[in-house]
């Protein structure tokens, strides 16, 4: 019996650790810090935050947009590599905002004023893609006004030529391309448009460092609070089931000491009135 019960007190003990040690590891902890549905900006990125050295995951995503996510494992103890992460993004000028053409306004159709919005605003997005191939380039901005064709001014000759404005924030400073390049590329794309036409403004934007002590100093900072908490709440729970266990055998005990007591004093009461009753049947 005392066999039976130190088993179960020893099951009993393993089983409260094991849901310790399941607590306290469970704190695995997984960040989304970008969605996209590009897979190209996707693996652009996942090769940003790797070279970094932050402990980057790209997974997809299912559903009706099927795209890509971008996580951080922070792991057990994490110290703000998430944030890092995002700042990183964020100094790359990613995740790009989603390049959306103008709504259609006609159930019935599309009118050539808004056939005409939807065009300038596809090549708009054709030369952004080009210049974020240019080295350093971090954003860019085009904007193409490009006025609507009459037929007067066809006929007159007077016709309004196309003009452009580009802006590029890149993190490298002098950039290693020059106004020059620029315009030959944003020209080449839109027709009748010359390149003495093409405002070009180019920004500088240097990247933050990442701040490795301060990552790393949280890490061990949280690692010793885990552990010193994952300690006390083992040891409170291998308490707390001793004293349960020990409870449970004191009342045990307690109970076949009463059981046993019942049966040796039954006999005893009977033989002791035994000549009580001898001695009244005498007198009688």
Request: proline share 6%.
């Amino acid at each position: 019996m005392a066999n039976l019960r130190n088993n179960r007190l020893r099951r009993t003990c393993a089983s409260i650790f094991l849901l310790s040690a399941v607590c306290l590891f469970a704190a695995c902890n997984e960040q989304s810090v970008a969605t996209t549905e590009d897979e190209f900006e996707a693996n652009r990125m996942f090769d940003i935050l790797h070279s970094r050295e932050l402990p980057v995951e790209k997974k997809s995503r299912e559903g009706e947009k099927p795209g890509w996510n971008i996580v951080i494992n922070e792991g057990w103890f994490g110290g703000g590599e998430a944030a890092v992460a995002m700042q990183v993004l964020n100094d790359h000028g990613l995740p790009r905002a989603k390049e959306s053409l103008p709504e259609k306004t006609n159930p019935w159709g599309t009118s050539p004023e808004e056939e005409r919005k939807r065009q300038n605003r596809e090549k708009e997005i054709q030369i952004e893609r080009l210049l974020y191939s240019l080295p350093g380039v971090i954003k860019v901005s085009v904007v193409i006004a490009q006025p609507a064709s009459d037929t007067l001014s066809i006929l007159s000759g007077d016709k309004t030529p196309p003009t452009a404005s580009v802006l590029i924030v890149q993190k490298e400073s002098p950039p290693k391309f020059s106004e020059t390049d620029v315009r030959s590329q944003v020209s080449g794309t839109v027709s009748d448009l010359k390149p003495e036409n093409i405002q070009v403004t180019t920004t500088y934007q240097p990247l933050r460092e990442i701040p490795l002590e301060k990552l790393a100093l949280q890490r061990r900072s949280n690692t010793i609070y885990a552990l010193g908490s994952g300690v006390i709440f083992i040891l409170a729970s291998a308490l707390g089931a001793i004293w349960y266990m020990l409870r449970r055998r004191r009342r045990q005990a307690e109970s076949d000491t009463e059981q046993l007591t019942a049966g040796d004093d039954a006999p005893e009461i009977s033989g002791l009135n035994r000549p009580a009753l001898n001695a009244a049947d005498e007198e009688g």
